[in-house]
C-alpha cells in the first residue's frame, strides 16, 4: 500500500477491507500524474492499464470498474463481472471481488454490514443523491440487513461546492430540511452545497446511523488538496482516483 492511501478508519469486521487512492502511486504523466484509475480521461491506455494492474497488486483482490452514469443503477458482482458496465453503485458477497468507485469530485460511500457477510459502494455526487443512489445501495443488503456502516470518502467540499438554486431545491423536494445543507455563495442566485452532510441526512433516514470519514472539511476537499486529490471541477483535465471496498 502507498502511504499517502487512505484506510478507512471505521469499525468494520476483520474480513471487510477497504481503501481509498490518491494521486499517489502510479506511473501516468502531467496533467494525470500519477495514479490516474480512469480509462475516460485521455490519459495514455498503458499508463492507466499499470496503475490498475498495481492497485490490483497492492490490494490483493480485483477492483471491478463501472461505467458510472451520475444514476441510481445497482450492480451484484462477481468473480466474472466484467469491467465497464453502466451502474453507479455495486455490491458483493463474494471474495476477492471489489467494489471500486472512481471520482474526482463526487463523494464515494462505502457499506458493510455488522457480520461482514456484504459489501457496496456507491457513486453519490449531486445528481446520484438526488436519484436515490444510496438507496440503491442499501437496498443491496435485503429487506432487513441489520446494522450498516458507512464510510465517506473525499469529495468537493462545502466551501467549493457552488451550485444552482436547481440543484437545491431537486433536494427540498424530498427533504424540505435539506435545506440546512445550503448556505448562499457570493455570486447571486448560486449556492454553497454541503455534499457529505447531504449523504448523511440521507444515510440517517435510511437508518444508516454509523457514518465515518468525510466530515466536510477542507482536509477531505478535492478542489482544496492539488497534491493529493483529483479535481475536474478544478482542473477540468483531470485523472481519477477511486474508494473500493472488499471481502477477504
Not at 502510479?26 to 495514479?35: A, F, H, K, T
Not at 431537486?170 to 449556492?191: I, L, M, N, R, T
Request: charge should be neutral.
Amino acid at each position: 500500500m502507498h502511504p499517502d492511501w487512505i484506510v478507512p478508519d471505521w469499525p468494520a469486521p476483520d474480513r471487510v477491507q477497504a481503501l481509498c487512492t490518491t494521486r499517489a502511486g502510479g506511473v501516468s504523466r502531467p496533467p494525470y500524474q500519477s495514479l490516474n484509475l480512469g480509462d475516460h480521461v485521455a490519459d495514455a491506455p498503458a499508463d492507466v492499464a499499470r496503475n490498475r494492474a498495481l492497485l490490483a497488486q497492492a490490494v490483493q483482490a480485483r477492483p471491478v470498474y463501472l461505467q458510472q452514469v451520475h444514476g441510481n443503477g445497482v450492480l451484484e458482482l462477481a468473480g466474472e463481472t466484467a469491467d465497464g458496465l453502466a451502474a453507479d453503485a455495486c455490491s458483493t458477497a463474494a471474495p476477492g471481488v471489489a467494489c471500486t468507485i472512481m471520482v474526482a469530485d463526487c463523494l464515494p460511500v462505502l457499506f458493510t454490514d455488522a457480520q461482514g457477510s456484504r459489501v457496496a459502494a456507491a457513486h453519490a455526487g449531486w445528481r446520484g443523491l438526488a436519484g436515490g443512489v444510496l438507496t440503491s445501495a442499501v437496498a443491496a443488503f435485503g429487506a432487513s440487513p441489520g446494522p450498516l456502516l458507512a464510510w465517506l470518502g473525499p469529495c468537493i467540499g462545502p466551501s467549493a461546492f457552488e451550485v444552482g438554486a436547481e440543484v437545491k431545491a431537486a433536494f427540498e423536494a424530498q427533504d424540505a430540511a435539506a435545506s440546512a445543507c445550503f448556505v448562499p455563495a457570493a455570486a447571486p442566485g448560486k449556492w454553497l452545497a454541503d455534499l457529505p452532510a447531504l449523504a448523511r441526512r440521507q444515510l440517517a433516514q435510511l437508518g444508516v446511523t454509523q457514518v465515518y470519514g468525510n466530515d466536510g472539511s477542507d482536509a477531505w476537499c478535492t478542489v482544496r488538496n492539488a497534491s493529493r486529490f483529483f479535481s475536474y471541477r478544478r482542473d477540468r483535465v483531470s485523472g481519477r482516483f477511486a474508494a473500493l471496498v472488499w471481502l477477504r
